[in-house]
């Protein structure tokens, strides 16, 4: 966990540095559009946060292995960490760029009710605590990534104001190439920075529920 | 299919006899329509408020249907059927306690919102139903998950209003597009919405429901 989390350190500190200094600044949006290399890299995370809560909660369902909760668990933490950085992160750069902070554009109104989706899985863990709570979080978690494609459906009926992927298209990036070394490297640090905090957190469940096993042995 | 017809009627049947749920959730519907219509009452804001009211209605009764299961949760489990048709069983019931209660509410919005609820009734009614039907498939999933933890009640909002959103956007828009007179090739898209979501939460909950009744 440790070199995991020294090398992600490491590659946030080279990505915000060449993208604050390095990568041209873009001509219409100006200086906030440096935020991408924040907001694109977290939501990323985000996603594959709740991936591998769908997958954790599917694997504890089907093996009824302790192990694969305590993955989802973590993940979930982490889920609603970066789903909150992705909202903040976006309402920053909303703010000067599309003048508010807020709207209901398709991607944002998916993201939001995805923190709340994933909050109230961390609150019926908290309330329902034991076998029982991790159930029903693992339904919970299984649900949550059933429904992004009709959270997303629904929100488009809402009309949309976000831009579409600029760099994971199949045509190929449309982003400028001087970009897109910032991008990636700020995405490999998000990543690795999410892995390291995934492993401390399932380490620590894991710790705990052996305490509380050899608490209840004695 | 005969286990959850005997299963659904058993909940219908104490329902009857008590008009617990029903009575509480038409008087919440009730009261949800004045105090929106005291707020706003023109004719745009009816899709809005109806479905809020739905909604609300439907996480103060389906908390409680489980709930009336709590001490027999045992004899559920044991009853020898399979879980989805427990799972098929408690969402019908449920679903027919919401239609009541949308039934006795409609017309308060006709009286309140706009005369349009009654000379749209006919094509008012789909998204009523299929988005009743949602209502109740995520309400009684997740009704049955949290029926033994703390603060039941609620929860369950805190659970289903997020996972319902997409139903209820759907709704509202397509109902908002059937008041104003628009044809039913205008709401083709919500409906297919509410179509979807109908079928993938009634499947997803009919599978996961094994896992919900353990013990």
Request: proline share 5%.
């Amino acid at each position: 966990m440790r070199p995991l989390l020294i090398l992600s350190t490491a590659l946030m500190l080279v990505g915000i540095s060449w993208a604050l200094l390095v990568a041209p600044t873009e001509v219409l949006q100006g200086l906030p559009q440096r935020i991408m290399y924040i907001h694109v890299p977290v939501v990323i995370t985000a996603y594959l946060a709740i991936g591998v809560v769908f997958i954790g909660s599917v694997l504890f369902l089907w093996k009824k292995d302790a192990r694969w909760d305590r993955l989802a668990h973590a993940s979930a933490e982490l889920a609603v960490l970066f789903i909150s950085m992705t909202l903040i992160s976006g309402a920053i750069w909303g703010k000067p760029v599309w003048g508010t902070w807020w709207t209901w554009d398709a991607r944002l109104t998916t993201t939001l009710i995805l923190w709340f989706i994933y909050v109230g899985y961390l609150v019926v863990r908290a309330w329902a605590p034991g076998g029982r709570g991790a159930r029903a979080a693992a339904v919970i978690g299984i649900v949550g990534a059933l429904d992004i494609p009709l959270i997303h459906w629904s929100a488009i009926l809402l009309r949309t104001l976000h831009p579409q992927p600029t760099v994971f298209r199949a045509e190929g990036p449309l982003l400028p190439a001087s970009m897109l070394p910032p991008l990636l490297i700020s995405e490999a640090a998000f990543l690795l920075m999410f892995a390291a905090l995934l492993v401390l957190r399932v380490r620590q469940e894991r710790t705990l529920s052996r305490l509380i096993e050899s608490l209840e042995g004695a | 299919m005969r286990s959850v017809w005997l299963l659904a009627t058993k909940d219908l049947r104490l329902e009857w006899r008590t008009r617990e749920i029903v009575t509480t959730m038409g008087l919440l519907a009730f009261l949800l329509v004045i105090v929106l219509g005291a707020a706003r009452s023109d004719p745009e804001s009816a899709p809005g408020a109806m479905w809020v009211t739905y909604a609300f209605a439907a996480t103060l009764g389906f908390a409680r249907t489980f709930a009336l299961e709590r001490d027999h949760l045992t004899a559920l489990r044991l009853a020898p059927v399979d879980r989805g048709s427990v799972f098929l069983a408690k969402a019908m019931a449920n679903w027919l306690m919401l239609v009541v209660v949308q039934i006795v509410s409609l017309p308060l919005f006709g009286a309140l919102f706009t005369e349009a609820v009654w000379t749209r009734l006919p094509l008012l009614a789909l998204p009523i139903a299929l988005g009743g039907i949602g209502l109740s498939a995520v309400g009684t999933l997740f009704g049955g998950l949290i029926v033994q933890a703390r603060l039941r009640e609620a929860l369950l909002p805190l659970l289903m209003l997020p996972v319902t959103l997409p139903l209820l956007i759907a709704a509202v828009s397509a109902t908002s597009a059937i008041l104003d007179g628009m044809p039913l090739s205008a709401v083709g898209a919500q409906l297919q919405l509410l179509g979807a979501f109908d079928i993938l939460f009634l499947t997803v909950s009919w599978l996961l429901f094994d896992f919900v009744l353990e013990e």
